[in-house]
């Protein structure tokens, strides 16, 4: 079964500074790896994903994840931080064995933080 | 073009009771797909319907169901409420299937209570 890991509950930075959301995975097969995006009293947002390719993958509002084939993880990356960046972010997995019987698999989340 | 419209917002029920909630999706979105978001557990799959066919199923009772209609529009449905069917249930739309690894467009969420 395919499960993911969002081992931080919470992630605090201040504005300015490199974020980082971590997310560990594990499937059979190769993966499609994605990251959404919940702010407060709404649905989530999509921020990239990795199919095949370059291992890094740029997304919207700057961010980009990094895909590690040999540690299993996919972080979340951005730059330079900014206070509109607060919100809980959500990594999930889905095994590409072309079944009809796939599912996408959630990480539990991890809230971001940033501080002024 | 419109996004995803789940109705109602909020619903207040009572144990035993029954719920349907629905789902409208992006306009030429042909796949919808349901997930259940509670603080313990975070956000798990429910199922998935495209062209009116269920093709996936997550690990819930069979009190948890759902269609599709021939318009894309899909409406889910709990029977025999429990305390712990409380939750926000999110849906999606994708224009294909979730196995092809489009990207998904979520509603803002029916929000349930069951007291």
């Known amino acids: 079964a395919q499960s993911v890991a969002q081992p931080e509950d919470q992630v605090n930075v201040a504005e300015g500074n490199p974020l980082t959301v971590k997310c560990t995975y594990s499937?059979?097969?190769?993966?499609?790896l994605f990251w959404y995006v919940q702010y407060p009293n709404r649905g989530l947002q999509f921020l990239l994903k990795?199919?095949?390719?370059?291992?890094l993958v740029k997304g919207s509002y700057g961010f980009e994840a990094e895909f590690n084939k040999s540690q299993t993880s996919f972080h979340l990356k951005k730059p330079s931080a900014l206070v509109s960046d607060s919100a809980l972010y959500f990594c999930?997995?889905?095994?590409?064995?072309?079944?009809?019987?796939?599912?996408?698999?959630f990480g539990k989340g991890t809230m971001l933080l940033v501080s002024p | 073009k419109a996004g995803v419209t789940q109705t109602p917002r909020y619903l207040i029920k009572t144990r035993g009771q029954q719920v349907t909630l629905s789902c409208s999706p992006i306009?030429?979105?042909?796949?919808v797909s349901w997930y259940q978001q509670t603080p313990g557990q975070g956000l798990q799959f429910l199922f998935e319907?495209?062209?009116?066919?269920?093709?996936n199923k997550g690990n819930f009772p069979g009190r948890f169901s759902g269609r599709q209609f021939s318009n894309s529009r899909s409406e889910m449905n709990v029977s025999t409420l429990e305390l712990g069917d409380s939750a926000l249930y999110l849906c999606?739309?994708?224009?294909?299937?979730?196995?092809?690894?489009?990207?998904?467009?979520f509603g803002s969420g029916t929000q349930l209570s069951v007291l």
């Open positions: 999606a739309s994708s224009l294909g299937e979730l196995r092809s690894g489009e990207k998904l467009f």
């Open positions: 499937v059979s097969g190769n993966p499609y």
């Open positions: 990795y199919i095949t390719g370059d291992n």
């Open positions: 999930a997995v889905r095994d590409n064995r072309n079944s009809g019987y796939s599912t996408l698999t």
């Open positions: 306009s030429g979105h042909r796949s």
């Open positions: 319907y495209f062209s009116e066919t269920q093709r």
